[in-house]
């Protein structure tokens, strides 16, 4: 396998202990991939190991349509989920599928969280829809999943959990966290009154601000 193959292994060990750290999920639920473009291939975390317990030979590699390139051990069960999503949108490299408490209370309630706060529009791009209910590990879950995520880089699973993508698991997992702290505070916002989301001008802009000129180039 290539460097960039090892190098995405590492950096799913990494990244799933930050999202036990995270509390996003816990023990071995969730799971993560990164799409590797030169090869063609994902690299995806097994199926119900801990991801304390997880080295980098533990991690699998795929080709786009599911077939065993590498590793020992079988697939996250969600692997339909992730390999639908780079499918769909060829513009992502990292899904991070998580079921952090606040996010999921809102999937339970299958409510959608609306554009409340600066944050979660940059990463996010608008609304967190919640995409319907279908059974974990399914070919429907993958499918609405995916559907879901045509514009946007979160969605709620009803009755489950979260979905986050971006371009580098670093923007999954930053994804991941800011739908869960969002969750938490349109929670809050509905205790102390209404929550105002942003006018659409705002959200076009905090966007365009994220992708173009926030950070260091
Ligand atoms: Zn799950």
Request: with cysteine; charged share 20%; aromatic share 6%.
């Amino acid at each position: 396998m290539s460097l960039a193959v090892e190098k995405a292994k590492e950096q799913l060990v990494k990244m799933g202990l930050a999202v036990v750290q995270a509390n996003l999920v816990l023990g071995s639920w969730g799971n993560l991939s990164y799409r590797v473009g030169r090869d063609d291939v994902v690299v995806i975390t097994p199926s119900g190991l801990d991801y304390g317990r997880l080295h980098a030979k533990d991690m699998v590699v795929v080709d786009l349509a599911g077939a065993p390139v590498e590793g020992h051990l079988r697939p996250s069960t969600e692997l339909p989920m992730h390999l639908a999503i780079y499918h769909s949108r060829p513009d992502v490299h990292a899904v991070i599928h998580t079921h952090s408490p606040y996010a999921s209370g809102l999937a339970v309630a299958r409510q959608s969280i609306p554009p409340i706060l600066e944050d979660l529009v940059s990463v996010v791009g608008g609304t967190v829809p919640v995409a319907d209910y279908a059974p974990a590990g399914s070919v429907q879950l993958a499918e609405i999943t995916a559907a879901t995520l045509k514009n946007v880089n979160a969605a709620l699973l009803a009755n489950h959990g979260v979905v986050g993508i971006g371009n580098t698991l670093e923007e999954a997992f930053q994804v991941c966290r800011v739908v869960e702290k969002a969750a938490q505070v349109l929670v809050y916002a509905r205790i102390v009154g209404s929550p105002v989301p942003l006018p659409d001008e705002d959200i076009i802009a905090l966007r365009d601000f994220y992708r173009n000129s926030y950070g260091q180039k």
